[in-house]
């Protein structure tokens, strides 16, 4: 077969491919002001299940198929799928009340136990004994299928106040309202921290507030975050990595086969980052360098505030670990890593003044923590081996620079930098210019601050939450 005659094919499938999620999408639409029966958009769904399964076996075809969307046609596709499933749990609730069906007869009954199944295994270590889903329809299979599964007592908290009406008959007549109870959001019957799992399934804005909410109250318990990864985002909300800041993914389930929904396990940054050990590389591997670029492509995927404009490409990238490589060996710059299970999750450099009439000085550049360790207290650390270094390297002023305006700049100053310049061409990103502030403090300025950060930790729980990033 020709290459003309290959592209050909390929084209023609992706079309239907788009056609088929239009019709959905479409279908969807009449349904809701009853222009076509729900048989229409139930068949469409099972189609577009069909060939989400099938895409999973072909990555390239997946790919271009997802490049070839548009936004709004995906959060229309996550619509459409999410009233489909909405309408088969109030369908089936009301025959289950009815005694007309079982509950092992629900349609999605099957594909429910399983997902269940591969998220206990996930916190199968941590034997949680009380549990909380953020988000349950009038049929609360998720919940049922938790307790049924690990015999734990599971509540439930709904966002539709007919949801919860039904859901509270239908956990009734199976018998499991002392085991499994249903909330209405605003009760004030249940609180996150009497919980040690959490499950959250919820769409992206609500789930995002629960997320914040529960980094700020500092939770300790486990949390389980439903998304969904690849081809699979058609009929599920993915979650935002900038979501999960604050949280250290410990874990995953990915679905597979006829499973629609992924799971991460998250864990709270202050309990990920008891573990994570401070270093001060005298050299720098190939390995190390590899995961010093993905920290800062990681970073760089949602900032433009540690100097590029976007991810770095191989040669950049490659050339830049070959001068820092360079420089570290001669001890012209030094680099702190923090380092969680063998992997950098966190840097900074010192950059000692080589001019003899500027020997007190040192310049600390590059600071940035994985998103995912934000807000667990390592910044504190890092800077009590900051002032430890500048001591050994009898360096007495610490020197920065940092974009105005932003969190960044707030949160230096709140370890006692103090600003005593500003530029107002600093950096261009685009057609953007942004200002630049400079700020310093002595070496042991710097410990007295982090004594004073302390001792008020110890009298209570800091209020003041870190920003999202360290970068400047």
Same mark, same amino acid.
């Given at each position: ?215 700020? @109250?500092?939770?300790?318990? =486990? %949390? #389980?975050?439903?998304? *969904? ?7 599920? $909300?993915? !979650? ?102 063998? @992997?950098?999750?966190?840097? =900074? %450099? #010192?950059?000692?003044? *080589? ?7 040192? $310049?600390? !550049? ?107």
């Amino acid at each position: 077969m020709s290459s003309a005659a290959v592209n050909w094919s390929i084209e023609s499938r992706e079309e239907l491919d788009l056609e088929l999620l239009r019709r959905v999408c479409e279908t969807f639409k009449a349904v809701t002001v009853n222009q076509l029966d729900f048989s229409m958009l139930h068949e469409n769904i099972l189609q577009l299940e069909k060939l989400i399964f099938c895409l999973d076996q072909d990555e390239f075809r997946a790919r271009s198929f997802l490049q070839a969307l548009t936004p709004e046609l995906i959060t229309s596709s996550n619509k459409a799928y999410h009233s489909w499933q909405s309408r088969l749990e109030y369908e089936f609730a009301a025959a289950f009340l009815q005694g007309k069906t079982s509950l092992q007869d629900y349609f999605l009954h099957k594909r429910s136990s399983e997902l269940v199944k591969r998220e206990l295994t996930l916190v199968s270590g941590a034997r949680p004994q009380r549990m909380l889903i953020m988000g349950s329809g009038p049929l609360p299979s998720s919940a049922i299928h938790v307790h049924l599964q690990s015999d734990m007592s599971v509540d439930c908290v709904g966002y539709d106040p007919g949801d919860v009406s039904i859901a509270r008959q239908v956990l009734k007549k199976c018998g499991f309202d002392g085991s499994v109870r249903m909330f209405r959001d605003g009760d004030t019957e249940y609180a996150a921290s009497n919980y040690d799992l959490i499950l959250i399934d919820l769409p992206r804005g609500p789930k995002r507030h629960i997320l914040r909410t529960l980094r700020k @109250r500092r939770s300790e318990c =486990l %949390i #389980l975050c439903r998304t *969904s990864l690849g081809v699979r985002r058609l009929v599920y $909300e993915p !979650t935002s990595d900038r979501d999960f800041r604050g949280f250290h993914i410990q874990g995953q389930q990915v679905a597979e086969g006829e499973q629609t929904i992924s799971t991460l396990l998250l864990e709270a940054a202050t309990s990920a980052a008891t573990d994570i050990r401070l270093e001060w590389l005298k050299e720098i591997t190939p390995e190390q360098a590899t995961q010093i670029l993905r920290l800062m492509n990681r970073t760089l995927e949602e900032e433009t505030t540690i100097g590029f404009p976007g991810p770095l490409d191989e040669d950049t990238g490659n050339a830049l670990m070959c001068q820092l490589q360079a420089d570290v060996g001669e001890r012209r710059r030094h680099l702190l890593v923090a380092i969680k299970g063998g @992997r950098i999750v966190g840097q =900074l %450099i #010192l950059t000692p003044n *080589s001019t003899p009439n500027h020997h007190h000085i040192v $310049e600390l !550049t590059r600071g940035t923590i994985d998103p995912s360790f934000r807000g667990g207290g390592l910044a504190f650390h890092a800077f009590e081996e900051v002032a430890r270094k500048c001591e050994e390297l009898e360096r007495e002023v610490i020197c920065l620079d940092v974009r105005a305006g932003t969190m960044a700049a707030i949160w230096w100053q709140h370890f006692g930098f103090k600003p005593y310049g500003l530029l107002q061409d600093y950096s261009r990103v685009g057609e953007k210019r942004y200002q630049g502030l400079y700020l310093t403090q002595t070496c042991t300025e710097l410990k007295e601050r982090i004594k004073e950060i302390r001792a008020k930790a110890t009298e209570a729980t800091p209020v003041f939450q870190p920003p999202n990033n360290l970068n400047y």
